[in-house]
C-alpha cells in the first residue's frame, strides 16, 4: 500500500486536445479517493496516467515515495478495473483469477492460495471452475475484482467498474467495493460520472470540471460546502435549486428578493460568511437544496419551528407544477419570476444532465418535501424555506461567498 500523488499533472493529447490541467491532488495510503465529474472532464485521462497507459505530458506522478512517470505500467504495482473487465472466455474462474500471477512465475501452491482467498473475499469460491459465460454480469465483474486483489497491488485503480450492471446489481456491488476496500486498506482512485457512486464510496470526492479539479473534500462537506455553483449544483438530487436574487437590507437584517418575493435571512448567514456582507445591495446567485424547502402548510416545516405558519419572510409561493412521490418524500416543482442563472458552470452542468439554460425570467424549483403534503397539480402552495440553509455564489465568478478563514477546501491540498 502507498501514499499516490499527483502533482501538476497535465495531458495534451497528440492531437492537440488538452484533457487535464494541473492536477494536485494527493491520495492518503490506504485512502478511497473518488474522482467525479460528467463525460469529457478528464477522469479516465487522470487515472490512466496513474496507471501508466497514458503518457503524462507535465508534472509528476508518484506512488509510494517512487516517481513513476517513466516507469512501465507493469512495473508500477497497481491493479485496475475497467468498466468492460474483458475475462477470458476460454479459462475457468480461478484461472482467470490467476493469470496475471501465473504470468509473472509465481509458484503454483501460492496462486492457489492467493486465488482461493480472494475468492473467498468475493463470494466466488463454489464458480472457480466454470467458465465466464456461465456467470451473471454480476459475478464477472466481480472476477474482475479478484484478478485485481490477488495481485496485492500498492493501488487500486477502478474506471467506472459498476457501469455495466443494472441498477439493484449496482448498488450491491457498490457495497462490496465499499468493504473489500476497507477491509483490505488499499489506496484506490475510483472513477465515475455518477454522484451517488462518488458519494456513497469516497472517504473523499475529486470534482473535475473540463480537465480542471474544482474541489476536493469529505462527501459531506462537498455537499454542504460546494467551493462553486459547478459542484453545487453537480453533488445532489434531486440538484440544488440555482436562481438569481439581490441580497438587500443590512448587515443586522439582510433580506433577499427573489423574483418579486422577500425572504428574511438570520442574522447568523452573515455571521458565517464575512463575503456576504460585500454582496449587500447586489445581485447573486441563491442555492436551495430540494430538502430546505417544505409544504408550510404542515406542522413541521422547517422553518416554522414547530408552527403551522413559519412567519413572514419564511416562505414562497407560487403553484404547483408537477407532484412526484417518491414514497418517503415527494418532490414538488414549482416556478418563481427570478431570473435563471446563466454561467459556464450552469451550462456545463444542463450540457452532463442533457438539457440546457436559456436566459429567462422564470425558474423551475423543486422542493423535497414530507409524504403527508396534500398538494395537487394546479394548487397555490406555499413553501417554507430554511433561509438558514441557503447558499450563496458570486455571479460572474461562480465562486461560493463565504469569507476569511471559513473558506471551504478547494483546489488546494489539505
Ligand atoms: N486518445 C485521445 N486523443 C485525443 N483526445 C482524447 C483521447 N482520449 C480522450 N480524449 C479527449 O480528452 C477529454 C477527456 O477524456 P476522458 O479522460 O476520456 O474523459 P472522462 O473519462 O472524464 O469521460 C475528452 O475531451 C476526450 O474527447
Ligand atoms: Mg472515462
Known amino acids: 500500500m502507498a501514499e499516490v500523488a499527483l502533482t501538476g499533472v497535465g495531458k495534451v493529447y497528440p492531437d492537440g486536445t488538452r484533457a487535464v490541467t494541473d492536477l494536485n491532488l494527493t491520495i492518503a495510503d490506504g485512502e478511497f479517493l473518488v474522482l467525479v465529474g460528467p463525460s469529457g472532464c478528464g477522469k479516465t485521462t487522470a487515472l490512466r496516467m496513474v496507471a501508466g497507459l497514458e503518457e503524462i505530458s507535465e508534472g509528476r506522478v508518484t506512488i509510494g515515495d517512487r516517481v513513476v512517470n517513466r516507469v512501465p505500467s507493469r512495473d508500477?504495482?497497481?491493479?485496475?478495473?475497467?468498466?468492460?473487465?474483458?475475462?477470458?472466455?476460454?479459462?475457468?474462474?480461478?484461472?482467470?483469477?490467476?493469470?496475471?500471477?501465473s504470468l509473472r512465475k509465481m509458484p503454483k501452491a501460492e496462486i492457489r492460495e492467493r486465488v482461493e482467498r480472494a475468492a473467498g473475499i468475493l463470494g466466488l469460491v463454489e464458480h472457480l471452475d466454470r467458465k465466464p459465460r456461465n456467470l451473471s454480469g454480476g459475478q464477472r465483474q466481480r472476477v474482475a475484482m479478484a484478478r485485481a486483489i490477488v495481485r496485492e497491488p500498492q493501488a487500486f485503480l477502478m474506471d467506472e467498474p459498476l457501469s455495466n450492471l443494472d441498477a439493484k446489481l449496482r448498488v450491491q456491488t457498490?457495497?462490496?467495493?465499499?468493504?473489500?476496500?476497507?477491509?483490505?486498506?488499499?489506496?484506490?482512485?475510483?472513477?465515475t460520472h455518477d454522484q451517488t457512486e462518488a458519494m456513497t464510496l469516497g472517504d473523499r470526492v475529486a470534482v473535475m470540471k473540463k480537465g480542471e479539479l474544482q474541489q476536493v473534500a469529505p462527501p459531506q462537506e462537498l455537499y454542504d460546502r460546494p467551493a462553486n455553483l459547478?459542484?453545487?449544483?453537480?453533488?445532489?438530487?434531486?440538484?440544488?435549486?440555482?436562481?438569481?436574487?439581490?441580497?438587500?437590507?443590512?448587515?443586522?437584517?439582510?433580506?433577499?428578493?427573489?423574483?418579486?418575493q422577500t425572504l428574511t435571512l438570520p442574522p447568523e448567514v452573515l455571521a458565517d460568511r464575512p463575503d456576504l456582507a460585500g454582496y449587500l445591495g447586489r445581485d447573486l446567485v441563491v442555492g436551495v437544496r430540494p430538502e430546505d424547502m417544505e409544504d408550510a402548510g404542515l406542522a413541521d416545516a422547517p422553518a416554522g419551528a414547530g408552527q403551522s405558519d413559519p412567519g413572514p419572510g419564511r416562505t414562497l409561493t407560487s403553484t404547483v407544477e408537477l407532484v412526484e412521490a417518491m414514497g418517503s418524500d415527494v418532490l414538488v416543482h414549482f416556478a418563481i419570476e427570478a431570473a435563471q442563472v446563466v454561467t459556464e458552470d450552469t451550462r456545463e452542468l444542463?450540457?452532463?444532465?442533457?438539457?440546457?439554460?436559456?436566459?429567462?425570467?422564470?425558474?423551475d424549483l423543486i422542493g423535497r418535501f414530507s409524504p403527508r403534503t396534500r398538494v395537487k397539480v394546479g394548487d397555490p402552495v406555499t413553501i417554507s424555506v430554511d433561509t438558514g440553509r441557503l447558499h450563496f455564489f458570486d455571479i460572474d465568478t461562480g465562486a461560493s461567498v463565504w469569507g476569511t478563514g471559513a473558506a471551504p477546501s478547494g483546489k488546494d491540498e489539505a
Open 350 to 363: 444542463a450540457r452532463d444532465a442533457g438539457t440546457d439554460v436559456r436566459e429567462a425570467q422564470r425558474t
Open 230 to 260: 459547478f459542484v453545487a449544483g453537480f453533488i445532489g438530487s434531486p440538484a440544488m435549486n440555482l436562481v438569481q436574487g439581490t441580497l438587500t437590507g443590512d448587515a443586522a437584517n439582510p433580506r433577499l428578493e427573489v423574483g418579486g
Open 76 to 101: 508500477r504495482d497497481i491493479a485496475m478495473v475497467f468498466q468492460s473487465y474483458a475475462l477470458y472466455p476460454h479459462l475457468s474462474v480461478r484461472d482467470n483469477i490467476g493469470f496475471g500471477l
Open 174 to 191: 457498490r457495497a462490496e467495493i465499499a468493504r473489500i476496500q476497507r477491509d483490505l486498506g488499499v489506496t484506490t482512485i475510483y472513477v
